[in-house]
């Protein structure tokens, strides 16, 4: 008998002692089973008790639903946020592919329309062709939908005659899975899909070998000229166009400023389940679902009301000067402001905590720098300063005063200012809604 067991067997040991001490262990072991059976099944129903949270964002298209959910990850799941940061590379680049592909179409129409063609430009354009087979690599890297036609809000000026089409929006459907898919890839040693990582790293080749040709067409004064004309570029467009040398470098790994500026507009419902990794939350189930906010995605948010705990809604002020991209003929603030009146009469939703963040707050501080004024789109803001925290706070009485109006009953409602890419600044608005949720989930298990 080997001297490890434990108890140690007796060495005196009879046939009848033998037989006692064997049924003595086998009903110890048998009460053992038990208790760790009850506990399991404890454990299972405790699991099926507690609430699971369910968290819904809504707003028009680029308010920001998505970026809070990075967010989310980064505050309370670092580590899933981390695992991601390989799959927005892709993304970032594929941004920064379609932003430079973008600005070369726009600068051969210009070019030839205008007779502003420069030779230097010309060398320019053919050395950055490869980069129409970096679009279509990552494109397909992700398995990204066709992009839209329709991508981008339209600035409300009457300055500018000639307007190209602004840049497609890289986008993909909710529920694809293409972080994981992303992952799978990246791991896979050829088994299913051989080519696609070789065409990744072919694709981050050339955007390397590109760079330097990037930079110079970014900083070329010709650049200059498109935008004050018009050229429609995103803000993300510009920030990775600012940032390309460091971007298309073959060692980049995205920084949290990059991945939380990274635009994959939302199609359909996307569902995030986080099992929180920090502070009281720690263990707790959290469920977002993350809408795609244009016009002609609204009609399937209905289906995910009910149940919900609580409502985050995105109202990007920047918006009082912009247009919205389905539908050129409505101002992007009014039509926010329209969704919001809906989403508070919502019966569905009677029962849930609102959260309201006025986002963009960066965006709108530089317009109204830059001297655009808001009572000029705005007529019932006539006479007030143009000051960012005015214009906020007026934005803020108005939604909740709709609020309190057409709400089917009383409800809590938490509103903030923010800008969805400073982390500094989420920090607190994120610690705060985590507090509220919190006090949901407490008053479900209290009334359980
Ligand atoms: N400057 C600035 N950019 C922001 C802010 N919030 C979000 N963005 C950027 O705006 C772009 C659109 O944000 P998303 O989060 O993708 O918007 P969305 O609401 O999910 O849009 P859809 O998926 O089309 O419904 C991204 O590039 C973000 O980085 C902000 O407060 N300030
Ligand atoms: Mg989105």
Not at 137 to 146: C, G, M, V, W
């Amino acid at each position: 008998m080997s001297s490890n067991v434990w108890p140690p067997v007796p060495t005196n040991e009879n046939a009848n002692d033998r037989e006692a001490r064997l049924a003595a262990e086998r009903e110890a072991k048998r009460i053992s089973d038990e208790i760790d059976r009850a506990l399991e099944q404890e454990r299972q129903e405790l699991r099926k008790r507690r609430p699971q949270t369910k968290i819904l964002l809504l707003g028009q298209a680029e308010s920001g639903k998505s970026t809070m959910i990075k967010h989310f990850q980064l505050f309370f799941c670092p580590s899933q946020f981390a695992a991601e940061t390989e799959a927005w590379r892709t993304v970032i680049h594929l941004n920064l592919a379609r932003f430079v592909n973008h600005v070369l179409q726009v600068l051969s129409t210009a070019g030839s329309a205008s007779g502003k063609s420069d030779p230097n430009v010309r060398m320019l354009q053919m050395r950055l062709s490869p980069l129409k087979q970096v679009e279509l690599i990552l494109s397909r890297a992700i398995n990204e939908e066709s992009p839209s036609q329709l991508s981008s809000p339209t600035e409300e000026t009457s300055k500018p005659t000639w307007r190209p089409r602004a840049a497609p929006e890289v986008s993909i459907r909710g529920g694809s899975g293409w972080k994981t898919l992303m992952r799978r890839r990246k791991g896979s040693t050829a088994a299913k899909s051989p080519s696609i990582p070789d065409e990744v790293e072919d694709a981050r080749q050339i955007l390397d070998a590109c760079k330097d040709d990037i930079v110079a067409l970014w900083q070329s004064s010709i650049l200059r000229t498109l935008e004050e004309e018009g050229m429609d570029l995103h803000h993300h467009a510009r920030y990775f166009l600012d940032n390309a040398a460091r971007v298309a470098n073959l060692s980049y790994t995205p920084t949290t400023d990059d991945i939380l500026r990274a635009r994959l507009r939302t199609l359909g419902v996307e569902e995030y389940r986080m099992t929180m990794e920090t502070a009281a939350e720690k263990g707790s189930d959290w469920v977002f679902y993350d809408v795609g906010g244009s016009r002609n995605q609204r009609a399937a948010w209905a289906s995910y009301f009910d149940d919900v705990n609580a409502v985050i809604f995105l109202c990007p002020m920047s918006g009082f000067n912009q247009r919205l991209s389905e539908d050129g003929s409505v101002n992007r603030l009014f039509d926010s402001m329209e969704l919001w009146e809906t989403v508070c009469k919502s019966k569905l939703l009677a029962n849930a905590m609102f959260i309201l963040l006025l986002n963009k707050a960066d965006i709108l501080y530089a317009k109204l720098k830059a001297g655009i004024k808001f009572e000029d789109y705005v007529a019932s803001y006539h006479g007030r300063p143009n000051k960012a925290e005015y214009v906020a706070d007026y934005l803020r009485e108005q939604m909740i005063l709709t609020h309190r109006m057409c709400s089917p009953k009383r409800r809590q409602l938490h509103a903030h200012v923010t800008c969805a890419i400073d982390t500094t600044v989420m920090g607190a608005v994120l610690n705060s809604i985590r507090d509220c949720i919190l006090v949901i989930i407490l008053q479900q298990t209290t009334l359980l």
